[in-house]
């Protein structure tokens, strides 16, 4: 018995090495490998399945026209599940598979597990929707296409005060939550610099989000014109209810966590009527690209495309482009693509459905944000 | 003006949490534990609702009544199953362990079966408001309807303890269990009722919590839960009219705090004063202290 046990460890010790030891690449010399991870099964995998679908449909559409430079690519989507830890397994077996460059990962905690490795790896990694600022800040490797949590609350501030939205503007924020703060502490601070002044600030935690009437009142005993609420749908919702049960009349503005109120299920979307919110995409939006793109995924998967789908459609061709200005071919090292990319994303001009970015060596995306009001239950852009 | 404003705000947040912590405090004072998974009964209670009213289209009237069979037969399953094997054999302590496994499993199966997505609670009353001072004081039908509802199932319980032979025998098994028994009263079968009437409480709870606060998740009953517990105990844990006392002056409280000191330190104020209280009157406002000889 005792030596069954000794030769099956033997015989498994072999094996494993024998695993070890077996060529790494599996993909052919010729043919440009993106990995992408995301959540695509479990709570978040609406995000991390819309990234996959859309990158594999920006793929095909590349390898369709020629590919890259004339050479094809192969697109290999691996699951987090939105845990930080199964992100960097799925990370090392991409890489085990040969891949060169990395598109995610999809949602923020594993994108910054996962960008501490590739920053020490040096590989090239593009974000579609980590917005945490830390996602991007191990090292110069890695860069985003959507906005910061901070960008959002700058850019808010930036666009209520060009439109002359409002003179006296109030804050509701979620004090117990990162994302929230986050951005209202840029807004605040771009505040300064803007024609309108904030009458008004209040918070809440995820301990208390059932009753707002206290903090409705406020806004409007200072006679708010317009409310920024930079915090998710949930319970944004049940803010708007309140408001309208108290006779608040006032504009609501918000930010990407605004995107899917509309979704919400039973939920009378005539409250929501008129509320503006910042997302990097609308899939009502007319131009030739976002209407393709729209078509082109309803088509293919039966729904219509979410911003994260928008992000990730978007950053398979920053990725090209960007290889393109590099002049790198397939047969180079991931780390020797790395290098050649970093400095070719801060010289391109990209133009794609979330709109015209540019990049610096933070990693961080220059662009105009995109304004929608809801009106009948739908998005409308906003000029 | 602000302060009429809070103080009604206030009353209607504290009905909310005084109609669960009558649930919690029945529960603890006729059989002795604490019922932690008394708020993810008030979450069922409000998906079945839910289900009921939005998804099959019955009357309003009619899915309360659905509701409350819900969550009755759920507690009635949950002692049966989880709390009943434990208090005969062991400690209190397993018991409470039990009631937070039952939580975090009635959670999880809520999450399985209806996803993580919330859903928005159209409110199930459909009475008018009242509308004060020229329309800037707004008292909602909800506010009215959950205020009222505390206090007739407050005196409603209240009767049935004192008055019936059912309430009596509540009443003998929370004293003494062992004596209860050898004078011919049935103390599971007892126990039983308590949790069945406790868990139809719960229901009802739940279509006010989510009539009044129109957001359902899996994780709705846990907070307020949490709140009504406390509220529960601030008033004297086992004493009905103190859970009612408990959960409007828990409201009133946070409110207050939320509008005259700071919304972000409202909880740590709520939390601070019960521990005044306790500090000075150890069971609650209402509590009885117990000697027992020795």
Redesign the interface.
């Known amino acids: 018995m005792k030596n069954l046990r000794k030769v099956l460890c033997v015989t498994m010790a072999a094996a494993m090495t024998t695993a070890l030891a077996l060529p790494a690449a599996v993909f052919a010399d010729d043919t440009f490998h993106i990995g992408m991870i995301g959540p695509i099964t479990g709570?978040a995998a609406i995000y991390g399945s819309a990234v996959a679908n859309a990158g594999q449909l920006a793929v095909d559409e590349i390898n369709e026209a020629g590919g890259i430079a004339g050479f094809q690519v192969e697109y290999t989507a691996e699951d987090d599940e939105h845990d930080a830890e199964k992100s960097v397994n799925a990370y090392n077996s991409l890489k085990d598979k040969g891949m060169q460059m990395l598109l995610g990962t999809v949602t923020s905690a594993p994108c910054i597990a996962v960008e501490a490795e590739a920053a020490a790896d040096n590989m090239f990694l593009l974000t579609p929707s980590g917005t945490a600022v830390e996602c991007i800040q191990a090292g110069d490797n890695a860069f985003r296409v959507c906005f910061s949590d901070p960008a959002q609350g700058t850019a808010a501030a930036q666009y209520i005060g060009e439109h002359g939205l409002a003179e006296k503007v109030g804050v509701l924020y979620n004090?117990s939550d990162v994302y929230s703060t986050g951005v209202y502490a840029t807004f605040r601070a771009e505040a300064e610099n803007q024609p309108f002044e904030i009458v008004e600030d209040?918070?809440?935690?995820d301990?208390?989000n059932?009753?707002f009437?206290?903090?409705l009142?406020?806004f409007k005993?200072a006679g708010c014109e317009l409310i920024f609420v930079p915090f998710y749908y949930?319970?944004a919702?049940?803010v708007l209810?309140q408001a309208a049960?108290?006779?608040l009349e006032t504009k609501w503005f918000g930010v990407d966590g605004m995107d899917g109120i509309l979704?919400?299920?039973?939920?009378?979307t005539s409250l929501a009527e008129d509320v503006m919110l910042l997302t990097p995409f609308s899939v009502s939006a007319e131009d030739e690209l976002t209407q393709n793109f729209v078509a082109k995924y309803k088509e293919a998967y039966g729904e219509e495309p979410n911003q994260f789908a928008a992000d990730a459609y978007d950053g398979v061709y920053i990725m090209k482009q960007a290889i393109e200005q590099a002049g790198v071919t397939p047969d180079m090292s991931y780390s020797e693509i790395c290098d050649a990319l970093k400095t070719a994303m801060t010289e391109i001009e990209f133009t794609g459905v979330t709109g015209t970015i540019t990049w610096d060596a933070s990693g961080e995306p220059t662009k105009a944000p995109m304004a929608v009001v809801i009106k009948n239950g739908a998005y409308e852009l906003m000029d | 003006m602000r302060f009429l404003f809070y103080l009604i705000n206030g009353i209607s947040l504290g009905s909310v949490y005084a109609i669960i912590a009558l649930g919690y405090s029945m529960v603890y004072g006729i059989a002795k534990m604490l019922n932690f998974a008394h708020g993810d009964v008030i979450m069922v209670g409000g998906y079945a609702a839910f289900t009921s009213a939005v998804t099959l289209g019955l009357h309003p009237v009619l899915s309360i009544g659905v509701a409350i069979v819900v969550c009755t037969v759920l507690g009635v399953i949950i002692e049966s199953v989880a709390y009943r094997p434990l208090l005969e054999a062991s400690s209190s302590l397993a018991v409470l362990i039990t009631a937070i496994g039952v939580s975090y499993f009635l959670q999880n199966l809520v999450l399985l079966i209806f996803g993580s997505n919330s859903k928005s609670f159209q409110s199930l009353i459909r009475i008018p408001g009242l509308s004060l001072a020229g329309g800037t004081l707004v008292i909602s039908g909800e506010m009215i309807v959950t205020i009222v509802a505390c206090i007739v199932i407050m005196l409603a319980l209240t009767c049935f303890i004192n008055r019936t032979k059912m309430g009596q025998a509540m009443l003998a098994v929370s004293e003494d269990k062992g004596a209860a028994q050898l004078m011919g009263i049935n103390v599971n079968g007892t126990i039983a009722l308590t949790f069945a009437i406790g868990s139809g409480l719960a229901a009802i709870a739940g279509v006010l919590l989510c009539s009044s606060y129109p957001s359902l998740t899996p994780y709705t009953g846990a907070m307020p839960g949490i709140k009504a517990f406390v509220a529960a105990v601030f008033g004297g844990i086992g004493s009905i009219p103190g859970a009612f006392l408990g959960g409007i002056l828990l409201g009133i409280i946070e409110i207050f705090a939320k509008g005259y000191i700071s919304t972000q330190l409202s909880d740590a104020i709520v939390f601070g004063v019960l521990i005044i209280v306790l500090l000075v009157r150890p069971t609650g406002l209402l509590g009885k202290k117990i000697q027992e000889k020795v």
Do not use: R, W
Request: glycine share 6%.
């Open positions: 709570a004090s209040q918070s809440f935690t301990d208390s059932k009753d009437s206290t903090q009142l406020a005993d949930d319970p919702y049940l209810g049960d108290m006779g979704s919400v299920e039973n939920f009378d």
